[in-house]
């Protein structure tokens, strides 16, 4: 187990902490947990390209740490009523289906090379972005347009997000399922 899959462990069993946190009603506190989750997030990357200790079990368990503890954010800020419900509806499902696309090339016996891509990127900084302010909202007080907007590119990024990762994987589908039917 390398240095870098500690710290994507920490996160992961951190999201049950960040979770009851949450539903308690402590923000502030579930904000300094999901910051500490973000740190390790930081950190395990950056250990993992200085003294290459990359994995492949490290290539599945960060991005899927990183879709678990946005996913809970989202559903459990959604319940709470600090998001709104369609942002969550969005953010899930875009998920779910990602995984989804993922089950279905492995199910194709598709080769599956995992890296983000820019959309995907922004997509994540944006998610990040509203849970923080959600939680932050009793320590620094946004204008109530500033979480429309910031709701609204975040959902719209999401979309964006999500279909270009279902239009890669029906290519990546049709170019591997060509292939093998010329061999």
């Known amino acids: 187990m390398t240095i870098p899959n500690l710290f994507t462990l920490a996160r992961i069993l951190l999201i049950p902490i960040f979770i009851w946190l949450l539903l308690c009603e402590m923000l502030n506190i579930a904000l300094l ?3 500490i989750a973000g740190v390790t997030d930081a950190l395990d990357g950056f250990i993992a390209r ?3 200790q990359k994995s492949r079990l490290g290539a599945y368990l960060d991005p899927l740490a990183d879709k678990l503890l946005l996913v809970s954010s989202f559903l459990v800020l959604g319940h709470l009523g600090l998001v709104p419900g369609w942002l969550v509806i969005i953010a899930v499902s875009r998920d779910v289906m990602i995984v989804l696309g993922l089950v279905t090339l492995t199910f194709f016996s598709v080769t599956i090379k995992i890296e983000p891509v820019l959309l995907s990127k922004l997509n994540t900084l944006l998610q990040i972005s509203t849970v923080l302010a ?3 909202v009793s320590l620094f007080p946004l204008p109530e347009w500033v979480y429309t907007v910031l709701f609204a590119c975040t959902g719209v990024v999401c979309v964006a997000s999500g279909i270009h990762y279902v239009v ?5 589908l049709e170019s591997q ?7």
């Open 33 to 35: 947990v999901f910051f």
């Open 50 to 52: 200085v003294s290459d």
């Open 134 to 136: 959600v939680l932050s």
């Open 168 to 172: 890669i994987g029906v290519r990546t």
């Open 177 to 183: 399922g060509s292939r093998s039917k010329g061999s």
